[in-house]
Every structure is written in structure tokens, then in C-alpha cells.
């Protein structure tokens, strides 16, 4: 990270916080330094690590479907490929993501605070991500990788050969992680705003990582205990999942998806949250219905954590709770539309600037109604149990996750990583990687919508030969959807090193983060910032 | 004695913990009884009903509950309906299969 320079902006001189040289230096100023900003660097790096991880073991279950029969892996090998693809991508990339990388270098910066309330705390649940980050790894070479899928489902996992035991102590620690973030980041809002910011007078970002905290903290716990119960049943057989021992399969779906399905709103939520600050400082206009959008996170947070019955269609539940779990689901696609509507809103009139992050902001917004449209088809009883594990689910899951999660996450890497580091990437390449992401993703998952809706089941590592054009378009589309990837990373990477040093407020942001020097202070205010009653307000010299 | 606080810590007598371990042994002993009654679907609602009334009094008089501020009480009743809501939402469809 070459950027360690003394910050000379309007105000006093200060030393940047990569500038700082604390009790340790090199790695060890890193790996234990207690700054907020320094662990969503640590986070960052880490999770992008897992992700171009993830993103070939994907691209390797494409290659295998671009011919009919064995094409690169046998069936147990692409078994074992989505179990971890599964488990990387969601519990080391996107349930962490946002909220670990940018919640935690952002959003103290954003509530006016120096750092968040539970340093030490903050930097134990990066050791426990590593952690389980390694003991999920570790199956790579003990016991076999599991080849359950990411789901873990009863009886299968109980009975599998493969090291799924060691799979789920790795979700189990991750889980912990993902509650102390949870906890931080709940006590740090409430506790920790400057003076005079009141609860409408914070950034709609925080109120998205506020509703995700408490996802994290009740939530969760209840895929750990899941987890450890199928540990149990594996060693001991107590009999709480095997049918065969008078156990119930279906309660173990129940308990996954408890915590599962709200998962997907911690997955969600942090992105939403970034859309609501890039949206308005790229139009040049004041958020529209910034009270629905901070109400509507807690919504999505409340109702979404009622539907889970709805993974559990065809599982052998009554038609009862199918119908129960159905209403609720489509309850939950109301906040969602309200923010997709005052995003829009938000546009309207706007004097739009198409700059790197507001163009991913544009692709989340249209991605993502795709991804939730096809969601509220899935929660159609009657279409749910005819594309049930089909690719139409996974096309659905992927428009949400990544064009949903990942493209906010990448709008976010754009609008804030000059705030981060105090340099700017090439604007030009990171439009071209832009445009090679979006054609690449639709070419890769819109084929996988009409194939799966076609039949073509999920999880299989051949096809019939009646499948076999989509599945080509489909893999073709993953070669250009990566090598977007790739050109934006090098492009960011070579930004670290090269980029052109970047002023306070490029973007003409209006939040706090803005009115502190590019890369911020150690403590991130040089003065007690002055808080404005408007949350998108801040345009003077607060921070100085 | 006194907290930093100033807050008193309040005494409960060994009468009141005597009388709510009576208590809590005469649930124990109704689950036991009701566990003999073949009372089908109601069955576990019972078991869930006598545990709701034992965790009451072990929070309210061992873990001194009672005697805290409202926060904590508002706290423990949020947390307690999240899981009431996870439970029934989870069992509620054994009745209909």
C-alpha cells in the first residue's frame, strides 16, 4: 500500500493512518493493530483473496459443462467444487463483505466517532474470520472436501464420507466472527454518535450495517447450534436429524434456513446501504424518502427473518406452512421495492454523473430487480415447486448475490477506495471492466433463468444435450464476466501503487467521511466534527 | 453494600428462594406427570408451557430480574419473542402434515 504520505489539505498538516507508526510496524502494525480502519483493510484484502478463490472454483464448474460428459472433473470432484464454492463465497466473501471492509473503515468516520466501541473485540473476530478461513481450507487436504453443498442438508451430511465436521467448525467460527461484528457495530451506533447526531441524522449506509448488526446478533447463533448438533450426530448418532433414529430431517432445514434465509439480508442490506450514498452524490440531489429507506432496512431486517419456510416447498412441510411462509415472502418484496423506487426517484431530475461508481450503482439497481422479481416468482408456491433446484434458482440467487451484493460491493471499492488510500484508479479502465462485468454476468446467468425454467436441474455435473447451447453462452458469459473482474482488480491494484493522489472529496460527497483528509487521520477527526441537521449536509470543512 | 453506580443491590430473603425452588420442583414434577397423559399434539406445547413458567422464576428471582432496571427486563422479553416467533413458526406445521 504506497500511500503513507502527510496529508496536506485545508486545515492543519496531519499524519495520514497509514501514515502512523504505532508500538509494531510492517505486518504486525497490520495484523494487531486495533484501528477500525486498519482491520476493513485487513478484512478487505482477505475477503477479495477468498473471492478470486471462489470466483475460479466457479468458473472450473462452468468449463465443466461446456461439453456434454466429463469434460475437465469427475461428478465427485464437482460435487466437492460447489460445496466450496458455496462455502467460500457466501460465508468468507459476502456475509462478511461490506459490512467488515467498508462498515468498519466507513461508518465510524460517518457517525463522527474515532473508532468503534469494542476495539480489541474488532480485531478478535478478524482472528476468528482467519481462523475459520483455514479450518475450512484444511478440508482441502483432510478427509476430503464435503460434497453436501454449502446447505449441509440432513440426513446426507450425517451420513457422507467427506469431512463435513470440519466444514461446519469453520462456519461455526465464522459465525462468531460475524456476531462480534454484529455486536460492535450495534453498540457503536448507539453509542458512539457524535453530539447532536440524532438517528435521522445519520447516513442511510449506517442504518443498513444497524439493521444487518442485529440480523448477525440474533441470527446467527442459530446456524452455530445447528452446526454443532450435526457434529454431535455424526460422532455420537444422538438421533436428532436421522430419521432412521427417530430424528427429523425437516427440522434441520428449519434451523439452517432460521438463520439462513435472514443471512441473505446480511448479504443485501450492507449493499443497499452503499447504493443509498452513491445514488445521491452522483445525481447531485438530496436523497428522495430518506425515512422509508431507513425504515424499510429495519422491515427487510424484521419480516425477512420470518420467511424461511420458503427454501422448504417440496421438503415434506404442510401446505399449511407453504402458504404461511408463501404470504410472508411476498410481505418482504414490499421495503425492498420502496427502496428500488426512491432510488429511482432519486435519479429523476438528477444532474447524473456516469462516473466508475455510480455506473456499478446503476448495474446493482437493474440487477437487482431481476434477481428480486425472479424471488417473488419463487415465492409462487405453484412456480417454486416446478423450478425447485433448478438453475432457475441458482440464475435468482446470483442476480441478487452478485449482481445484487457484488456489484455494491464493487460500486463501494470505486467510490470509497480513493477515500481509503488516498489515491484514484483509471477512471477509463474501471468503466471498461464495468461494461465487461455487466455484459459478461447477464451473458453467464440469464441463460442459466431459461434453462433452469427449462428444467435443467442444479448441482449436476453434465447435461443433456438439449441444454447444451445455454450452457455454452452461459460459460462463454463467465469468460467475459472474468476477465472484467480481473481488469477491475488490476485496475484498483495498480491504483495502490501508481494512482494519482486524490483530493479530501473527490466525488463531491456530502456525508462526514468526506470532510476528512484521503487517506483520514489516525483518529479520523482532527476536530469534533460539526454535525449538520441534514444528513447528506456535510459540504463545508467540518472534519478540520 | 453499594455499586458504583449508587445502585443497591436488593436482598432477597432465603424464604422467597425456598418457596421458588418448591416451585420449580413442583413444575418439574407436573412435567413428569403430564409426560404419563397421552395428550398427543398438546403434549409439547404443555412440556414448552411448564419450562416458559420455570425459566420465569429462575430469571426473575435467582438471576434477580425482578429486582433490575427496565432495559434489562425489555431486553430479556424482545429476545425471549424472537424465539417464541422462531419456535412456534417452526412447529406450527407438525399439526397440519
Redesign the interface.
Known amino acids: 500500500m504506497g500511500s503513507g504520505a502527510i496529508v496536506e489539505e485545508q486545515g492543519p498538516t496531519v499524519s495520514s493512518f497509514l501514515e502512523y507508526r504505532g508500538r509494531f510496524s510492517g505486518i504486525f502494525g497490520w495484523i494487531f493493530s486495533t484501528d477500525h480502519k486498519r482491520i476493513g483493510i485487513l478484512y478487505l484484502f482477505s475477503l477479495m483473496t477468498f473471492f478470486i478463490v471462489g470466483v475460479g472454483i466457479g468458473v472450473l464448474m462452468r468449463l465443466e459443462h461446456l461439453t456434454t460428459g466429463q469434460t475437465i472433473m469427475d461428478p465427485q470432484t464437482y460435487n466437492s467444487f460447489f460445496t466450496l464454492h458455496g462455502v467460500i463465497m457466501i460465508f468468507l466473501f459476502i456475509i462478511p463483505g461490506i459490512p467488515a471492509a467498508f462498515g468498519n473503515f466507513i461508518m465510524p468516520i460517518q457517525i463522527g466517532a474515532e473508532d468503534v466501541a469494542f476495539p480489541r473485540i474488532n480485531l478478535f473476530s478478524w482472528y476468528l474470520y482467519i481462523s475459520g478461513a483455514i479450518l475450512a481450507l484444511v478440508t482441502l487436504f483432510i478427509g476430503g472436501v464435503a460434497d453436501t453443498g454449502w446447505t449441509f442438508y440432513a440426513p446426507y451430511s450425517i451420513r457422507t464420507n467427506t469431512n463435513v465436521s470440519l466444514t461446519l467448525m469453520a462456519a461455526f467460527l465464522l459465525g462468531f466472527s460475524s456476531i462480534l461484528t454484529g455486536l460492535n457495530f450495534i453498540t457503536t451506533i448507539h453509542r458512539l454518535r457524535a453530539p447532536r447526531m440524532g438517528w435521522f441524522n445519520m447516513p442511510l449506509f449506517v442504518w443498513a450495517l444497524y439493521a444487518t448488526a442485529w440480523i448477525q446478533v440474533?441470527a446467527t447463533p442459530?446456524i452455530g447450534i445447528t452446526a454443532v448438533l450435526v457434529i454431535l450426530e455424526r460422532l455420537l448418532g444422538i438421533g436428532i436429524f436421522d430419521p432412521m433414529k427417530g430424528g427429523d430431517p425437516i427440522?434441520f432445514q428449519?434451523?439452517f434456513w432460521?438463520y439462513s434465509h435472514p443471512a441473505v439480508y446480511i448479504m443485501i442490506l450492507p449493499a443497499m446501504g452503499v447504493i443509498s450514498e452513491v445514488i445521491p452524490t452522483f445525481a447531485r440531489r438530496t436523497i428522495f424518502g430518506y425515512k422509508f429507506i431507513a425504515y424499510s432496512s429495519i422491515a427487510i431486517a424484521g419480516v425477512g427473518s420470518?420467511v424461511w419456510?420458503h427454501h422448504m416447498y417440496v421438503s415434506?412441510?404442510?401446505?399449511?406452512?407453504n402458504v404461511?411462509f408463501s404470504l410472508l415472502t411476498f410481505l418482504v418484496a414490499i421495503p425492498s421495492a420502496i427502496k428500488v423506487f426512491n432510488w429511482v426517484s432519486t435519479l429523476y431530475k438528477g444532474s447524473i454523473d456516469l462516473s466508475a461508481p455510480m455506473l456499478y450503482a446503476l448495474a446493482f439497481i437493474f440487477l437487482f430487480s431481476i434477481g428480486g422479481l425472479t424471488g417473488v416468482m419463487l415465492g409462487a408456491l405453484a412456480v417454486n415447486v416446478h423450478v425447485h433446484d433448478t438453475y432457475f434458482v441458482v440464475a435468482h440467487f446470483h442476480y441478487v448475490m452478485f449482481g445484487g451484493t457484488g456489484f455494491g460491493f464493487f460500486a463501494a471499492l470505486h467510490y470509497w477506495l480513493p477515500k481509503m488510500t488516498g489515491k484514484m484508479y483509471d477512471e477509463k479502465i474501471a468503466k471498461i471492466a464495468w461494461l465487461l462485468m455487466v455484459v459478461g454476468f447477464n451473458g453467464f446467468y440469464f441463460p442459466m433463468l431459461l434453462l433452469g425454467y427449462q428444467g435443467m436441474p442444479r448441482r449436476y455435473y453434465d447435461h443433456l444435450p438439449q441444454f447444451h447451447d445455454g450452457h455454452v453462452i452461459a460459460t462463454v458469459g463467465s469468460w467475459i464476466l472474468v476477465a472484467g473482474v480481473f481488469l477491475m482488480f488490476w485496475n484498483l491494484a495498480r491504483a495502490l501503487f501508481k494512482g494519482k493522489r486524490t483530493s479530501r472529496n473527490p466525488w463531491g460527497g456530502t456525508t462526514l467521511e468526506w470532510q476528512v483528509p484521503s487517506p483520514p487521520p489516525l483518529l479520523n477527526f482532527v476536530h469534533e466534527p460539526e454535525i449538520r441537521k441534514d444528513p447528506y449536509g456535510h459540504t463545508g470543512n467540518d472534519g478540520h | 453494600m453499594t455499586h458504583d453506580h449508587g445502585e443497591e443491590h436488593h436482598l432477597v430473603s432465603y424464604g422467597t428462594y425456598i418457596m421458588v425452588w418448591l416451585a420449580l420442583l413442583a413444575f418439574t414434577g407436573l412435567t413428569v406427570t403430564v409426560a404419563g397423559f397421552n395428550l398427543r399434539q398438546v403434549s409439547v406445547f404443555v412440556a414448552l408451557l411448564v419450562a416458559t413458567c420455570k425459566t420465569f422464576l429462575v430469571l426473575n428471582y435467582f438471576m434477580h430480574l425482578k429486582y433490575e432496571q427496565s432495559i434489562f427486563k425489555i431486553m430479556i422479553f424482545v429476545t425471549v419473542s424472537i424465539l417464541a416467533v422462531f419456535i412456534v413458526l417452526t412447529f406450527f406445521d407438525v399439526s397440519f402434515r
Open positions: 440474533l442459530i427440522l428449519h434451523l432460521i420470518l419456510g415434506g412441510q404442510s401446505y399449511t406452512a404461511v
